[in-house]
């Protein structure tokens, strides 16, 4: 009970500091201005005779809020954010967020850090989804994030490579560069990558640098021990599809228990086209079966009629149908109906 | 008509219901969510109303004012989201389909709620395939389970199990009429009898009204069942019994629904068919086939079950 109590009181106390965080904000908006009022001399005497003061200085004061809708008419900044194209419907749920860029001027903080961004290669369509992914850049030292590219380029990342890791993930510049170095040091040592080898795992999967290195250790405990591949066919596998690294242990094992064990194809030949283990399980399932039912499913190049894996499990269902399968899509989708 | 944009005519048209397939392995809700995401996405994306107009004054309050329309940051849908949301659209499924159990599954869309729930209060009789294994037994019944026996299998003829079969059914047969609370040698019984199927009272104990053995390929076998008020563990139980029942052990592989109520298999929707264009015709088809159904005389209609509840709370 007292338990209960404690997490209920927490959840009131964050709450009542999120409210107060918006209303103690003085003057974020720019627009609001405080401005002495000239009362006419005699206003108490004749109240009915005609306004002679400018009230337009005046507005009602902005009420606390949860979302950032209810200040965007109001505010210049945001507005210059919505021409953008950033979805500012997505900090709704995130209050440090929010808070931050309430207390934004969008010509005085944004602009160089627009500016910044835009120098490094993202193209002006781009900005919006890159500040929707990242809006805590503008909360970062302009310093900071200068040495952040100096530090890419004196690992002899060249300007496309940078340009493609910010354009590809955004909280990239974020990070700061210690961590950076850590976990390419990380990487480097547990595959025994070269330089050029690294630079080309960063330049396809950026986001697996700052993935936490915890799950990445999970994966490489499922790789090593209930997969059983070896340490050159571990490195294949970073360099190929990088994207290994970034999934789900469960499913990834799943889908490598029913390649390896059910459709019977061995380490090599999944080292070769690990596309396979990052399409959905149903999907290879499905076709397996479907050709298994053809009398197809025949995954050995030596031998004719040989269904590559790559082609098993990208494109459409009509595709397959007419590539590996031979036959009509309608029938395909009726023995779906009676397997499954 | 044509004030109105593409998505809101196609969201208008979303209100009766469809039936889809589900898949094996996936839960009910799940299915749900992946509908309606599938849903909204393709209505945000077809044609979203304009952001709405805002009166603007401003200027010196000493001189004349200025009065502007502008459209409103504040109804833009960058800043108060995408308009339709998963939320948005009402949706339930008639009879709940366990996670192991794939096949016809019949869901009401918004207005189609009202329609899924009376199909729901009519007792409609259900198809299921059971598909089992003879000569292994599991811990949960199902073939994922922990294995605990295995034995002989081979003795098992198609006498056999058609004799099985036809106990179940004989007595199912006398449940149904004590289900009902008479007494078979009666007039009431055959007065009840001659009108059709005999419907249980309540929603809790399953009753079956045929089962059948389609093919026994040894070690697996198919059963089909006619059935009301079933449910997933019931059905797993069953192959179970048979299992049992044949002096052996029996395993379900996989259960899927063929038929619901007069919604087949036939007109179920697969999961990569879930977008707007293919549930908008499946739900004309089914609101059709709906309609043909409660134009029969056996069908409950709202007011007659809600006096028929009412008599029932007043007994209690």
């Given amino acids: ?340 | 008509m044509n004030s109105l944009s593409t998505s809101e005519r196609a969201f208008r048209l979303l209100n009766g219901i469809v039936c889809l397939y589900k898949p094996a392995g996936v839960h009910l809700s799940g299915c749900r969510h992946s509908l309606l995401l599938k849903l909204t996405q393709e209505l945000n994306l077809c044609g979203v109303r304009s952001p709405e107009n805002r009166v603007v004054i401003s200027g010196d309050t000493t001189k004349e004012l200025n009065v502007k329309v502008e459209s409103s940051y504040a109804d833009n849908v960058l800043v108060v989201g995408p308009r339709y949301q998963t939320q948005d659209i009402k949706c339930i499924w008639t009879t709940h389909l366990g996670k192991r159990v794939s096949g016809v599954c019949v869901i009401g869309l918004n207005k189609g709620t009202k329609m899924a729930r009376i199909l729901q209060n009519n007792y409609p009789l259900r198809t299921y395939h059971l598909h089992g294994q003879l000569g292994i037994m599991t811990k949960n019944m199902y073939i994922d389970g922990q294995v605990v026996e295995k034995g002989r299998f081979d003795f098992v003829k198609r006498e056999n199990v058609d004799k099985l079969m036809s106990t179940i059914q004989a007595s199912n047969q006398k449940k149904m009429f004590e289900l009902a609370n008479v007494d078979t040698q009666t007039q009431t019984a055959y007065d009840l009898a001659t009108k059709g199927l005999i419907r249980p009272a309540s929603t809790k104990s399953p009753l079956i009204y045929g089962i059948k053995c389609i093919s026994l390929d040894l070690p697996n076998f198919i059963i089909e069942v006619n059935i009301i008020n079933e449910y997933e563990s019931y059905l797993l139980s069953l192959v179970h019994e048979i299992g049992l029942k044949l002096r052996c052990s029996a395993t379900c592989t996989a259960i899927r629904c063929i038929r619901y109520s007069s919604f087949t298999i036939q007109q179920a929707l697969l999961m990569k068919h879930w977008n707007l264009q293919y549930v908008l015709e499946n739900m004309r088809e089914c609101n059709s086939s709906y309609k043909q159904l409660s134009e029969l005389p056996s069908f409950i209609t709202e007011q007659s079950y809600f006096e028929s509840n009412q008599k029932l709370t007043g007994v209690q």
């Fill in chain 1, 1 to 340: 009970m007292i338990l209960f109590k404690r997490v209920l009181s927490f959840k009131i106390n964050e709450q009542k500091q999120f409210f107060r965080c918006l209303c103690s904000s003085d003057n974020t908006l720019e627009t609001i201005k405080s401005n002495q009022i000239q009362w006419p001399k005699d206003y108490n005497n004749v109240p009915l005779e005609p306004n002679v003061t400018n009230f337009s200085t005046i507005s009602p004061a902005l009420k606390p809020t949860f979302n950032l809708a209810a200040y965007v008419n109001e505010s210049y900044s945001l507005q210059q954010l919505v021409k953008l194209g950033v979805e500012i419907y997505k900090f709704d749920n995130n209050p440090n967020v929010m808070e931050m860029i309430l207390k934004l001027d969008f010509e005085r903080d944004m602009k160089p850090y627009i500016r910044f961004i835009h120098d490094c290669g993202v193209p002006v369509e781009e900005l919006g989804k890159f500040l929707t992914k990242n809006p805590m850049i503008f909360s970062e030292h302009m310093d900071d994030l200068i040495t952040r590219i100096n530090y890419l380029e004196y690992k002899k990342f060249n300007k496309e490579m940078i340009t493609t890791i910010i354009r590809k993930h955004p909280k990239w510049l974020s990070q700061s560069t210690i961590d950076i170095d850590t976990s390419l040091g990380f990487f480097q040592t547990n595959f025994f990558l070269s330089g050029d080898n690294i630079r080309s795992v960063v330049t396809k999967l950026p986001k697996l640098i700052t993935w936490p290195k915890k799950s990445v250790n999970l994966i490489m405990f499922s790789l090593i021990e209930e997969m059983g591949f070896n340490k050159s066919e571990r490195k294949r596998l970073l360099q190929i599809h990088p994207k290994l690294f970034v999934m789900f242990k469960n499913h990834l094992l799943q889908r490598f228990n029913y390649i390896h064990h059910t459709m019977d194809i061995n380490h090599d030949r999944i080292v070769f086209e690990p596309q396979v283990l990052t399409s959905r399980l149903f999907r290879i399932k499905q076709r397996h079966e479907y050709l298994q039912y053809l009398n197809r499913a025949q995954y050995d190049p030596t031998k004719p009629n040989y269904v590559p894996l790559s082609k098993l499990v990208s494109g459409d269902d009509s595709e397959f149908c007419i590539n590996l399968a031979k036959t009509s899509v309608e029938m395909f989708n009726t023995y779906l109906k009676t397997n499954q």
